[in-house]
């Protein structure tokens, strides 16, 4: 029978140690800083072997320090949510509010808040960009219901002559639908209709005061995953006659790869743009954070241990950088763009992530890559430099898994000194020519 030792024991901590660091707390006596410094890092091993993180963080003032930072933090982040919606909702029901104008401009410094600036920044200064909408196209903006209730935004992007395929587009975490308007131009003028959602939520698709990045109360990932599908159909049903393909970004992309392992729309053909591959060892300990993390913030808080442990690291290879979030694109106008945004910039709630790290383990399994559809064209590209898929490894990893499941059509294609979005980086005119030079030969469009 296995003898029961102290959560401190497990860890590997001296109690020894420990007791006699508090004694000489007690007694007033300077200690020695070898004996500090032990003590410090045995208690920083058993915060990453996730032992009794709450026992383990009163051992430390320090520990406790930061715990009652992000407690301050996430009791102010409801407020700060509702001041960048009040003036989004007044200036769109003053019909004055265009997501496609976004600002241009040196690329700011800016600080952990940055998600939270007045939407009046946004909305002062127009776009030095030639305008989005070209003479190939028109637009209109739809809603679509979700099982829950939720309004999702729809943006449609109509070419004005025949159209020839559809494509869905789904956007990353942290984004909104509009970003990627001028893909959808340039798609037009091939004769592509495209729609662009934003995700719930994103952008526009936020139920009452919902703050931004909460999908769901309970079991937000798969009715996300429910909205794509529903979108899915009702283009198949509005065009029956025209192959309809899809292209999800980052999270969207994992979306959309989890999408295709249900087999529960027919698509003629997907792109994965900026994907991650299989989640390594490390998915276990980030979902018993995510999980301890929601007991003490509920499932709509944002936790910034959270943040810093799955994000904190993609700026590092770009230091010293400007903001943080040069790990986006080497443009230093569109990761400005993206900074004044004030629906870009978050991360997911607590209960998303939790919802996240779970259907991870689940899409990479080999049994549900084995149900994805294996005539399926299947586009993976990625930039060089991209810090999500950690130098490439996982993008290689997630193409041998798709491979040794037998989908053969599968193309992969990574452009040098590129970041992580593609489609708003210093060589997008090659990425967008790429990705529509593959849509027309694998849907089997004839050329113009």
């Not at 994103?202 to 769901?216: D, F």
Request: glycine share 8%.
């Amino acid at each position: 029978m296995r003898a029961h030792r102290p959560a401190a024991a497990r860890a590997g901590l001296d109690l020894r140690q420990i007791g006699k660091r508090r004694q000489l707390e007690r007694e007033g006596t300077p200690h020695r800083s070898g004996e500090l410094a032990a003590v410090e890092a045995q208690g920083a091993r058993a915060v990453r072997g996730h032992v009794d993180i709450e026992r383990c963080c009163k051992r430390s003032r320090r520990a406790q320090r930061h715990l009652d930072r992000a407690l301050e933090s996430a009791r102010e982040q409801p407020r700060k949510i509702a001041a960048v919606r009040r003036p989004w909702r007044a200036a769109e029901a003053r019909g004055d509010f265009d997501l496609l104008a976004q600002p241009a401009g040196d690329s700011p410094r800016i600080d952990a808040s940055a998600q939270t600036r007045p939407l009046t920044r946004a909305l002062a200064s127009p776009s030095s960009d030639p305008p989005i909408l070209g003479r190939a196209m028109r637009t209109t903006s739809q809603s679509q219901r979700s099982r829950d209730g939720i309004e999702i935004h729809v943006r449609r992007f109509v070419p004005d002559g025949q159209i020839r395929a559809t494509l869905q587009i789904v956007h990353g975490m942290g984004e909104h639908s509009a970003r990627y308007a001028r893909l959808a131009e340039r798609l037009c003028e091939a004769g592509f209709e495209v729609f662009a959602a934003d995700t719930r939520g994103h952008g526009r698709s936020l139920a009452g005061a919902t703050p931004l990045g909460h999908l769901a109360d309970h079991d937000g990932w798969s009715k996300a995953v429910d909205d794509v599908a529903e979108l899915a159909e009702r283009i198949a049903a509005e065009r029956p006659d025209v192959p309809h393909a899809i292209l999800g970004h980052s999270m969207g992309s994992l979306l959309v790869l989890d999408l295709l392992t249900q087999a529960r729309v027919r698509l003629a053909a997907a792109i994965l743009s900026g994907t991650s591959g299989p989640p390594g060892r490390g998915i276990a300990l980030a979902l018993a954070v995510a999980r301890f993390e929601r007991l003490r913030l509920g499932a709509s808080g944002h936790s910034r241990l959270l943040q810093r442990m799955l994000f904190g690291r993609f700026n590092t290879p770009f230091e010293p950088a400007e903001t943080e979030f040069d790990w986006l694109s080497r443009d230093r106008e569109e990761v400005a763009r993206y900074v004044a945004d004030p629906l870009c910039g978050f991360v997911l709630s607590v209960g998303g992530l939790c919802d996240l790290a779970s259907a991870l383990r689940r899409i990479f399994a080999r049994e549900s890559l084995l149900r994805i559809p294996r005539d399926l064209p299947v586009q993976m590209i990625s930039g060089e430099r991209d810090p999500v898929h950690d130098s490439l490894r996982g993008f290689h990893a997630l193409a041998q898994a798709l491979r040794a499941t037998g989908h053969e059509r599968l193309s992969e294609r990574v452009f040098p000194g590129a970041r992580h979005e593609l489609l708003n980086e210093t060589n997008r005119d090659e990425v967008t020519a790429e990705i529509l030079a593959w849509l027309v030969e694998n849907l089997e469009i004839p050329r113009r």
